[in-house]
């Protein structure tokens, strides 16, 4: 039977020394990306080209400094930001009805309901906004009335959907049979068991959806719904085909004249980029107010981290040193 082995004595163990592991390919690419960002910058404002036989700034800035705040853009951004907004609210109501029709024990509502998504997923956005623009040549005249019967209204095609309402029209159909989808998972998202809760305590069908099963949903409905918004917002400047004047158009509209095609289209990327800024400030903060109460709760928005930061440093200066949490004396 072998002898147990003793542990080496104190003095015989050596220090362990730690290492920290090198990661020499993050340097590489940091000081590839540092040098690609520093490269891009000189380009926006130190390069010149020959325009005319005299150098010029690469990028006009101040041709986009003159026309960033004219009144043709300010016009198309209202217009823009109308379209998005009324779009979007159609897209949504749409969306809801389309959702619950789609989730139906009823057959024939079920099916009409995917048979509308069917259609306008499948069938792209511009030409709906061409159909819608070109409407008048199928319908010359509508009429309100009494099915198969008398009409009580008659109404001319081309005074109803100016360019303006079949812009409505195309962007606000498609994106309810999208708003529906989204809808829709979010309703599957949540537990049966509320469902059989609300019917266990009388509730119908329509109030469980509305009180219970929607409120629930909408943490699984608002991120997407916040992508199809900010979507949206860009996919309005389709309706430049059909000559409703937004932001894209108002640009096109100044440098057919000027010839100055690429600063208004920059003119027009910064309204877009800032425009798509405050959406995602506020899907942001919209996210964080129906995560209230789940499990999972966010991190601390920028605010409250300012906040704590600042107090953090407003007691560490009120501390006396060496007795930690005692305020000292007032300043």
């Known amino acids: 039977m072998a002898a147990p082995t003793r ?12 290492v920290p592991v090198r990661h020499p390919g993050r340097w590489v690419a940091a000081a590839v990306v540092l040098v690609l960002g520093v490269m891009f910058v000189h380009t926006l404002f130190a390069t010149q080209v020959v325009r005319g036989g005299q150098r010029q700034p690469r990028f006009e800035w101040e041709v986009i400094r003159r026309y960033l705040w004219s009144r ?15 779009a979007m609210a159609i897209g949504v109501v749409l969306g809801i009805v ?3 029709m789609r989730l139906s024990p009823n057959p024939i509502v079920s099916s009409a309901s995917w ?12 030409v709906q906004l061409l ?21 009580f209204l008659h109404l001319n095609a081309n005074t109803v959907v100016t360019p303006f309402a079949a812009a409505l029209f195309g962007l606000g159909l498609n994106e309810g049979a999208y708003m529906a989808e989204i809808v829709r998972a979010g309703i599957l998202s949540v537990d049966e068991g509320q469902t059989d809760a609300a019917k266990a305590l009388g509730l119908t069908r329509l109030s469980t959806m509305r009180r219970i099963v929607l409120p629930q949903a909408m943490r699984v409905i608002i991120p997407p719904m916040g992508n199809e918004t900010i979507s949206m917002l860009k996919t309005s400047s389709l309706a430049s085909t059909i000559t409703v004047v937004e932001l894209l158009r108002s640009a096109q509209n100044i440098y057919s004249r000027t010839f100055q095609t690429v600063p208004l289209l920059m ?12 959406l995602t400030v506020g899907q942001y903060y919209l996210e964080r107010r129906f995560a209230r109460g789940a499990r999972r709760q966010p991190p601390p928005s920028p605010i409250q981290r300012i906040r704590h930061w600042l107090r953090r440093a407003y007691a560490s200066r009120t501390e006396p040193p060496g007795v930690p949490g005692v305020p000292g004396p007032g300043r």
């Open 7 to 18: 542990p080496p004595d104190r003095s015989q163990r050596k220090a362990i020394r730690a």
């Open 131 to 151: 159909f819608w623009y070109d409407l008048s040549y199928l319908y010359p005249a509508l009429s309100l009335g009494i099915p198969f019967g008398p009409a």
């Open 72 to 86: 043709p853009v300010l016009d198309g951004v209202i217009i823009t930001v109308e379209l998005t907004a009324i």
């Open 267 to 278: 003119v027009a990327s910064f309204w877009y980029l800032a425009m798509t800024s405050v």
């Open 115 to 126: 048979l509308y998504i069917w259609f306008f997923r499948g069938t792209p956005v511009l």
């Open 98 to 100: 389309l959702a619950v």
